[in-house]
């Protein structure tokens, strides 16, 4: 097996937890590729995930330059060991690939490649893609190889049907509140519990190997758990269904940025005037901008510190979260997916409510969102 050092568990395990942030899974699978040629030794890494019609719906490489990408052309089809491996979940290991009886050769500009190391990623029963890696530096691959591959082909099956259940989850619009209270699960507990489950799954591949380096990962997993079972108690107290007609917006905007401080790194404040009651439909909208800003400012633009705004201005109120993260042009076409998918949700429940919502943000400059609400 490669050289496991911690900072490479570490760049794992945020592969994985990047899905939490609801990157492209495309990011997310290119990041384990790369893990796993590093942390093995490979040459080579790929994955593969099929697209049901005889080719593949993504396939990633690691290890290859663009020109020889280039030089290679269009991604394989399911055709000799790569079908093969779509219909059996036993990995494969081999000290020279090309002498494998599944075996049809390559493209004339591929690399060689004889030292073969693959693993199906699976789910349950359904195999979901493939992980392989070719030519170990210094060696042939072992079966300590073998099992860090499965591990980390599992955290890939991780990403996919995380991927998938998000999908399905919009797809079929499951009511905002689960979903909110599912985010708030996901993003606070979920990430340590990942961490822990990955940190552990390491130590026991290195208790037999080298018994100091897996009792430091189990003073990490200790660590872990601590803090996952601190938050996920910080979180219960505060996933009390919102009564925005009993509690009013002020209320709910102060627990929401109370809670949001004590399970981020980030400080969120929240700050009010003494405020008019608004119809419960408009309430509800400033209620969503602010938890969607809130989340684009912690979960994306890496902000330290978050300030919540609730102030009476004519003719009704206005709401400002404001945060000092990386912030964003308007031409900025290379910003995440998912931010600018929440500003045109933002921007929607704003005209829906009668109101008005201004965005003011510059690289490096932060973010400011206000969200104008008419009174009654």
């Known amino acids: 097996m490669g050289e496991c050092d911690r900072e490479e568990l570490r760049e794992v395990s945020a592969a994985v937890l990047a899905v939490t942030a609801h990157l492209s899974v495309r990011e997310v699978l290119q990041?384990?590729?790369?893990a796993a040629r590093r942390l093995l030794g490979a040459e080579y890494a790929a994955l593969g995930i099929p697209d049901g019609n005889g080719s593949f719906r993504e396939f990633l490489a690691d290890g290859l330059t663009a020109e020889q990408w280039r030089r290679i052309g269009p991604i394989p089809r399911q055709h000799g060991l790569l079908g093969a491996m779509l219909r059996d979940p036993s990995p494969v290991r081999s000290a020279d690939i090309r002498t494998h009886p599944r075996f049809e050769g390559w493209p004339a500009a591929h690399p060689e490649m004889a030292d073969f190391l693959g693993m199906p990623i699976v789910d349950g029963e359904e195999i979901l893609g493939e992980l392989f890696l070719a030519n170990?530096?210094?060696?042939?691959?072992?079966?300590?190889?073998?099992?860090?591959?499965?591990?980390?082909?599992?955290?890939?099956?991780?990403?996919?049907?995380?991927?998938?259940?998000?999908?399905?989850?919009?797809?079929?619009?499951?009511?905002?509140?689960?979903?909110?209270?599912?985010?708030?699960?996901?993003?606070?507990?979920?990430?340590?519990?990942?961490?822990?489950?990955l940190t552990a799954e390491a130590a026991a591949a290195l208790v037999e190997r080298d018994p100091a380096r897996a009792a430091a990962e189990l003073d990490v997993v200790r660590r872990l758990a601590a803090e996952a079972t601190a938050e996920l108690k910080s979180i219960v107290v505060g996933l009390r269904p919102i009564d925005l007609a009993g509690d009013g917006l002020a209320a709910a905007l102060r627990r929401q940025a109370e809670l949001l401080d004590r399970v981020h790194d980030a400080t969120v404040t929240f700050a009010e005037d003494p405020v008019p009651r608004l119809p419960t439909a408009r309430e509800e909208a400033a209620y969503r901008v602010a938890q969607e800003a809130l989340h684009n400012a912690l979960r994306h633009a890496a902000a330290t510190h978050i300030t919540v705004e609730l102030r009476r201005t004519p003719p009704g109120v206005t709401l400002t979260v404001t945060d000092d993260g990386r912030g964003f042009s308007a031409g900025d076409t290379a910003a995440p997916a998912r931010p600018r998918l929440g500003l045109a949700s933002m921007r929607e429940r704003a005209r829906a409510a009668g109101g008005r919502l201004l965005i003011r943000s510059a690289p490096g400059e932060g973010t400011v969102v206000t969200m104008e609400v008419p009174g009654a």
Not at 31 to 34: K, P, Y
Not at 154 to 182: D, F, K, P, T
């Open 31 to 34: 990041t384990i590729v790369a």
């Open 136 to 197: 170990k530096r210094g060696g042939a691959f072992d079966a300590g190889d073998e099992e860090l591959l499965k591990l980390l082909a599992a955290h890939a099956a991780i990403a996919i049907v995380n991927a998938r259940l998000y999908e399905r989850g919009r797809e079929l619009s499951i009511v905002e509140e689960r979903q909110r209270i599912a985010r708030e699960l996901h993003d606070a507990v979920t990430q340590k519990l990942f961490s822990l489950r």
